[in-house]
């Protein structure tokens, strides 16, 4: 996945996210629903981010940012979510 894949990616989590406040304005969803599926953007949000992140040091750095395998793959949510704990 390059770097125009991964923004890709995040616009269109952007977008989920924006349409599922919407629908929850006009009532569609249930707050419960609405905040179940916004945690699953949240974090799959981060998870684009960090891959970003990592792959514009690796860049900065002048490394191949694909060059280990699972360099260019997201990582696990508890290993994006939970770095501060």
């Known amino acids: 996945m390059d770097e125009n894949d991964i923004l890709a990616r ?3 989590f952007v ?3 924006q ?3 919407e629908r929850y304005q006009r009532r569609e969803l249930s707050r419960e629903e609405e905040h179940r599926r916004l945690e ?3 974090v799959a ?3 684009c981010w ?3 992140r990592r792959r514009r040091a690796r860049l900065e750095a002048g490394e191949d940012p694909g060059e280990f395998p699972g360099e260019g793959e997201v990582r696990p949510p508890g290993e994006v979510e939970g770095y501060l704990q």
């Open 40 to 42: 699953r953007l949240e």
């Open 50 to 52: 960090d891959l970003l």
């Open 45 to 47: 949000l981060d998870q």
């Open 15 to 17: 977008g989920e996210e």
């Open 10 to 12: 995040i616009n269109e």
């Open 19 to 21: 349409r599922l406040r």
